[in-house]
């Protein structure tokens, strides 16, 4: 199946700063991107869908002044992380629909583990 | 988006069949019925999606009842890799990509 990678896959950062996290679709185009973040033993809570060339969109209750979406092409999202706080520490995931294939296929990328300290 | 139902655990044992049940009551006629699964610290994984009839693919089978209130995807043999969470989810024809992932079913395999 296709793939979709991110990168960086851990990081730690001081509170305060800004983290920036890249979601590339690696053989399809990708018009929209989703984002998730995960805590330990919960599940995925979609946080924003990133729409190529145009703003996200956010799920109610995740401020997007602090989680700032970046769509700039058919193949790259980011999601920068601003003024990062330990409760920000999380699992993020992106994923990525293959708007091409015949059937519906959604790919999700391997996630980046934030830790805030 | 609807919601669904499904047990917190199952266990199963090595080589033999896995179903896992899911509940979906309120489903609507254009809900598909999507199977994802994650492993521990990676991204969820495409299991199996269905609508209406029944499906098969090199990972699973997903039997959906005749109402559409309930799916059961089967693991045929099950290995320890498939120790997983597996997630129901509904995805609503009408909300384009959007996946709304519940609990899910811890599923252990034992050797």
């Known amino acids: 199946g296709a793939v979709v990678s991110q990168h960086p896959s851990r990081v730690i950062c001081k509170s305060g700063t800004s983290v920036k996290i890249e979601c590339r679709s690696l053989d399809f185009q990708a018009t929209t991107m989703f984002w998730y973040r995960q805590f330990p033993k ?76 | 988006d609807a919601k669904t139902t499904q047990p917190n655990s199952m266990e199963s044992n090595e080589e033999e069949p896995v179903h896992l049940p899911c509940n979906h009551s309120t489903i609507s006629g254009t809900d ?4 994802y699964r994650q492993l521990p610290s990676q991204g969820p994984e495409y299991v199996i999606h269905g609508l209406t009839s029944n499906v098969n693919n090199r990972m699973a089978s997903l039997a959906i009842a005749e109402d559409r209130k309930s799916s059961t995807l089967i ?28 609990e899910g079913t811890q599923l252990t395999v034992n050797p």
């Open chain 1, 42 to 117: 919960q599940s995925l809570m979609l946080m924003a869908t990133s729409n190529e060339g145009s703003k996200a969109t956010y799920e109610q209750g995740v401020e997007k002044d602090k989680f700032l979406i970046n769509h700039a092409s058919l193949t790259l999202s980011t999601l920068t992380v601003t003024s990062a706080h330990p409760e920000d520490s999380s699992f993020y995931i992106c994923s990525a629909r293959d708007e091409g294939a015949f059937e519906y296929e959604q790919y999700f990328g391997p996630g980046t583990r934030l830790t805030v300290t």
């Open chain 2, 32 to 35: 598909y019925i999507h199977w």
């Open chain 2, 75 to 102: 693991l045929h043999r099950a290995t320890l890799r498939d120790a997983a969470v597996y997630y129901c989810i509904l995805r609503r024809e009408t909300s384009g990509s959007r996946l709304t992932f519940g």
